[in-house]
């Protein structure tokens, strides 16, 4: 038996099939529905329940909070109707939609950043153009592995797309890219995804907190906000625990020299040795460094217990959470931890 969906926000009305969630549906019908991880951690989904009831699959806290659950938010990843439903979409009227495109790419080049994050550079050989914007992410799949989902590092404007992966032990596709990923190889592309992207419209300062590879969507939003002739003031934060996990800190220093309007503040947690580096948690310093938000949009992405600890903090400052724009970046044995301590 199917239930009536109501998406508003989309003006479109879809049929749900038993078991089936709201995403599942609204993506099989070619709709672009705002989703991440399809996992329920990381609340790129959220949307408010209007009218009708749903059954809520396990999910992570950080991407629903209890509060916002006892308003009527959900998540459209873990949402199966019991009734036929109405659903409001949220932001969307910040948030451009661009066409979903699979596109077959070529490795142009490839960069060690640090000892565990690498640069690919790949030029798009077929399925193009691909619009997206600053801080969204694509899926990509290497011939033969299971598909990963990584942030565009460059601009939307520009013609090569540039990812910044991080090995990971263990993982299925680290041996790929450590020992055999070539220039000239080519693999398929899936995307955009995300709905942790620049707010063009947005006038007010601009956080930018990264973790990690998580430095790829805030160099992408960065840039773009900087290129687009944005003047309100921009703070960057850069996190890592020792100066080795640091990268691209001499190309944000020139963006710095050129822009005015940008500050970058290199994090270190676990620093060495001697260093004169900022050293400490990175929720910390934006405590310390932050008290009036007011007006402010913060972008973060990085590690999971980073991204919710400088969450948290900003909120203790005043910050909406609606203002906070988070891609926590999980891992497949994070998503897979997860599952398990929430009983799947």
Not at 74 to 90: E, Q
Request: proline share 5%; aromatic share 6%; glycine share 10%.
């Amino acid at each position: 038996m199917s239930h009536t969906v109501i998406l508003r926000g989309m003006d479109a009305e879809i049929a749900v099939e038993a078991g089936e969630t709201i995403l599942d549906a609204a993506l099989r019908n070619g709709l672009p529905f705002p989703f991440g991880c399809q996992s329920g951690n990381c609340g790129a989904c959220k949307c408010a329940l209007v009218a009708g009831g749903v059954e809520l699959a396990p999910y992570s806290e950080f991407a629903l909070e209890e509060g916002e659950r006892l308003q009527g938010m959900i998540l459209g990843c873990r949402a199966i109707p019991l009734a036929d439903c109405t659903v409001a979409l949220l932001e969307t009227e910040e948030l451009e939609v661009h066409p979903a495109r699979e596109l077959d790419c070529r490795v142009v080049a490839i960069d060690d950043m640090t000892h565990d994050i690498r640069r690919l550079r790949l030029e798009i050989l077929s399925g193009g153009p691909f619009a997206f914007s600053a801080g969204q992410f694509a899926s990509l799949r290497f011939p033969g592995l299971p598909a990963r989902d990584y942030s565009m590092a460059n601009r939307p404007d520009e013609a090569l797309l540039e990812f910044h992966i991080r090995l990971v032990a263990g993982g299925a596709v680290t041996p790929h890219l450590r020992e055999r990923l070539k220039v000239g190889d080519t693999l398929r592309v899936s995307g955009p995804m995300g709905t942790s992207s620049w707010r063009r419209r947005h006038t007010g300062p601009i956080l930018a907190v990264a973790g990690g590879s998580g430095l790829a969507p805030i160099k992408s939003i960065v840039e773009t906000a900087l290129m687009s002739g944005a003047r309100q003031p921009i703070r960057l934060y850069v996190g890592g625990r020792a100066e080795r996990d640091l990268y691209l800190l001499d190309h944000f220093a020139a963006l710095a020299a050129r822009h005015s309007n940008l500050s970058v503040t290199p994090v270190l947690s676990q620093a060495d040795g001697p260093t004169e580096r900022r050293t400490g948690f990175l929720a910390d310093a934006l405590s310390a460094d932050l008290a009036d938000l007011d007006g402010w949009k913060a972008y973060l992405a990085g590690p999971p217990a980073m991204v919710e600890s400088c969450v948290d903090a900003l909120a203790m400052r005043g910050m909406a959470r609606g203002d906070c724009h988070a891609d926590a970046f999980y891992t497949e044995a994070d998503k897979q931890a997860l599952m398990r301590a929430m009983g799947r």
